[in-house]
């Protein structure tokens, strides 16, 4: 693939993860590098759905 088409692809990833449609899972491997730099994303991260972290915050506090 053409590297101007592959940052295009990219892009619009970028654009899709940012507005909720897609997820990184959802980008080909070839892709997710470029993605993740796109998104700032410097290391693999374990990304925890907000209704966790709000549970985990509460009993946090209990504690």
Do not use: Y
């Not at 619009?12 to 070839?30: M, Y």
């Not at 796109?38 to 915050?57: F, K, R, S, W």
């Amino acid at each position: 693939m053409n590297e101007q088409i592959k940052k295009a692809f990219a892009t619009t990833l970028v654009h899709l993860i940012l507005a909720g449609r897609r997820t990184i899972e959802d980008v080909p491997a070839g892709l997710q590098d470029q993605v993740k730099a796109d998104l700032g994303i410097t290391e693999p991260a374990h990304v925890t759905p907000a209704a966790t972290q709000a549970a985990e915050q509460s009993t946090e506090l209990e504690a």
